[in-house]
């Protein structure tokens, strides 16, 4: 994870010639850590979802395929704690949700461990958007044998959960997403994503996109899905 200094202001040159301290801002991994080591709660995680949330990604959380929007229901715990942070200090670029995260409610790490928590409990979308069907042995070939090392072979993620789950997601999300991190346009991803990404035509990521959008099945070592360890039933 890129970690990014905060430049001194003005205000930190002056306390630091009179010197008066100042602490320095947090930067975007401490406060995933911080928020990662909180306890959860997640009735007050629901009632965030429900006020702040639900207009976008539905009752559930399955999101939207007709308006390209993700679903969140069981996704990675700290990969959603980590996106909230990069939306918030706008390491991450979506208008819609910096409005969301700027709300004073949102805007905390104990939050974002609530949202983040109660969503991972959440059952995974059993009929997300497929493609047409027609790329599947190609995509299947391509997942296993780039992605699957750091989303594992059922794309259920990293065991530490910072790599999102890519399975039970909708197909034309994936492929937006897809597009957009090989268009530089994602600042919180690798860059050697970006350019694995961006080596494929169009005809290869769409393949991806609808392998992905089609696995069903148990997920392998179920109890690693949250990333504290405990079992999400």
Known sequence: MRIVLPALTAAVLCSLATGMSQASPLSVDEKVRNALQLDQRPANGQKLYSTYCVQCHGPQALGSAAKVIPSLAGQRRAYLVKQLADFSEEERSNREMHTVVS???????????????????????????????RGLELGEAIFQEQCAYCHEEDGRGDDDGFIPSVRDQHYSYLVRQMRSIASWHRLNVDADLVRFLDSLDTEEATAVADYLSRMRGPV???DRMNSDGTVNN
Not at 105 to 130: C, K
Request: glycine letters at 8%; proline letters at 6%.
């Open 103 to 133: 709300q004073a409610e949102l805007s905390s790490e104990q939050a974002w461990a609530d949202l983040s928590g109660y969503l991972n409990s959440l059952p995974r979308a059993s009929f997300p958007q497929t493609g047409d069907g």
């Open 220 to 222: 392998r070592d179920r």
